[in-house]
């Protein structure tokens, strides 16, 4: 998709193969995956255009997949600091910051959310596969922590929770090549 100033818009790979894998792996399903978009542009109507225009995937039936339509919760507007969204969004979701899982190319932003208990991951180049996959791993790790910080068993087996178990929330930045906003990236939130 190119904007009117010619400007091509795509979704990262990680991304897209992060939105494909919750709305088609049954694993993801059964976990009843929550996404969610959060930017801080201060174009908020031009983000939401480009989402009702980006193609993810096509869903289990075959038909196309907007990020619009991948989206359960979205909080695009702009702030000074990307904690409110993700207050709002666990009001929203219902998911505790402890469960969710965060991908963002600003450090300030990954600072910043990171105080509020959130496992998050940095991608500087946007989201590529192997961030997908490294949250994921952190993700795990992050959980046995937290339950071990808790006082709680790992599992109810004793083994490390799997993601296929879970139900919480994370992101996964979606972004875009071109230059609109606060640097024209989003942000794609999950529960796995």
């Known amino acids: 998709m190119v904007d009117r100033l010619g400007t091509e818009l795509t979704i990262h790979p990680g991304a897209r193969i992060a939105i494909e894998e919750m709305l088609n792996r049954p694993r993801w399903r059964r976990a009843d995956v929550q996404i969610a978009y ?35 919760h979205m909080e695009v507007y702009p702030v000074r600091s990307k904690t409110e969204q993700f ?20 450090a300030r932003n990954v600072r910043e959310v990171a105080t509020l208990g959130v496992c998050c991951v940095y991608t500087p180049d946007g989201m590529t596969v192997d961030n997908w996959r490294e949250g994921l791993a952190r993700f795990e790790e992050h959980a046995v922590e937290t339950r071990e910080s808790q006082g709680g068993d790992v599992s109810e087996n004793g083994m490390r929770p799997s993601l296929r178990r879970d139900g919480s929330l994370g992101s996964l930045s979606a972004g875009n090549s071109g230059k609109k906003g606060n640097s024209g990236k989003g942000r794609i939130f999950f529960s796995p």
């Open 38 to 72: 959060a930017s801080r542009t201060d174009e908020p109507e031009w983000a939401s255009e480009a989402m009702r225009l980006l193609r993810v995937c096509a869903d289990d039936r075959g038909l196309d997949v907007t990020l619009e339509d991948a989206v359960d």
């Open 87 to 106: 207050h709002r969004l666990k009001a929203k979701s219902g998911v505790p910051f402890e469960r969710m899982l965060f991908f963002d190319n600003e």
